[in-house]
């Protein structure tokens, strides 16, 4: 394997390409299942399927990347190193595990440089059942027009209203009014929608396609923006089932933190993607984590997030500064340094040969 930096694009256009020629180069034929619109340069988008090992394998891992759009230049790159280990796919074969590589999922974010998909949704809280009650999130409403103000950049006042939310709530209570998830503001943030997205549909089809011969599914879904930088916090993307997180800890360490619990960086959240293993997979044992890279500090993440969603509502803003605040929101999920992306790859490929050692032993 050559420099990690190596595996890591400039653009979702350039992701593409080189995830289809690693691929290719890996002898894997590449499935593409077309995004209906164009992306920022014009180019086709798509989510990218490519799988290595038998149809009918009994275990088999998926490796994801870019559920949240922009976080894809990381786990783009991930994906590419580990088709470009020989090491890796020789594992697999000899433990009769197939694996399956799903490349931007979120393809018109990645593509936009937003987190969203095309329809301003949370691809990671759009898995809900849409003819039933969608959860409230109160504590989003009383905020929500702190959090996207009229005016960008918010005035001191915002500032300070934000502060004494977060005063009486807690630094907790605040990250969880916002990324909970909430479905009456799709002009807000981490709105999950009301209906399933295309990327969701389309997922569902692939593991439809893809998950339902086996006996054993792990996932490993690559995320960024959250933690230390360069720091991969496995996050159990399970039910909150006892039997689920102690096999995660057993093939992915001690350090499997859990949203039930309050050990993850993350909040407890609701309409989460990894649910559909359970829905559409229902015959295998499923264990999986979201793989989350740490990036900036979280005030400066979700400080790009109101900026990027208050740019997204006012297209008649001046050019220069929306491209400022794309820059800003690229940073807040992709360090683009040789150091963070060989620790990125590093962690990578550490969890996925723990996955099919799992799969394999079980
Ligand atoms: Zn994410």
Not at 186 to 209: A, C, D, I, K, M
Not at 241 to 247: C, G
Not at 270 to 296: K, N, R
Request: hydrophobic share 40%.
């Amino acid at each position: 394997m050559g420099s990690a930096a190596g595996f890591f694009a400039q653009s979702y256009a350039e992701a593409r390409a080189r995830f289809v020629a690693a691929a290719e180069a890996a002898g894997l034929d590449v499935h593409a299942h077309r995004h209906p619109l164009l992306g920022r340069d014009g180019e086709t988008l798509a989510m990218d399927v490519a799988r290595l090992g038998a149809p009918d394998a009994q275990a088999l891992l998926i490796i994801s990347s870019a559920c949240h759009g922009v976080e894809g230049y990381c786990g783009s790159g991930v994906q590419g190193a580990l088709l470009a280990d020989a090491g890796f796919h020789a594992q697999a074969r000899a433990a009769g595990v197939a694996l399956l590589y799903v490349h931007a999922l979120n393809p018109w974010g990645f593509s936009h440089g937003r987190r969203t998909t095309q329809e301003n949704v949370d691809l990671n809280r759009n898995w809900h059942d849409f003819s039933r009650p969608l959860p409230a999130n109160p504590a989003y409403d009383e905020i929500a027009h702190l959090l996207i103000p009229a005016q960008w950049p918010p005035s001191a006042d915002n500032q300070a209203q934000l502060a004494a939310y977060a005063a009486r709530h807690g630094a907790r209570g605040l990250q969880t009014a916002i990324s909970a998830g909430q479905h009456a503001h799709p002009q807000g943030l981490f709105y999950g929608g009301v209906n399933p997205t295309w990327s969701q549909q389309t997922l569902r089809h692939v593991l439809q396609e893809h998950g339902r011969r086996c006996t054993r599914l792990a996932w490993i879904d690559l995320h960024t923006g959250l933690g230390p930088s360069g720091h991969g916090e496995r996050i159990l993307a399970c039910a909150d089932d006892a039997s689920a997180l102690a096999r995660a800890r057993a093939w992915w360490g001690e350090g499997v933190t859990s949203i039930y619990d309050g050990s993850s960086s993350s909040a407890l959240l609701t309409g989460l993607m990894w649910l559909a293993a359970y829905q559409e997979c229902a015959q295998a044992e499923y264990t999986g984590i979201a793989l989350e890279y740490g990036t900036e500090p979280m005030n400066a993440v979700i400080q790009a997030l109101r900026e990027d969603q208050w740019f997204e509502n006012h297209p008649e803003a001046p050019p220069a500064r929306r491209a400022a605040a794309k820059r800003r929101m690229r940073d807040a999920f992709y360090t683009d340094t040789p150091e963070w992306k060989r620790r990125i790859v590093e962690q990578g490929l550490e969890a996925a040969r723990q996955a099919v050692s799992g799969l394999g032993a079980a």
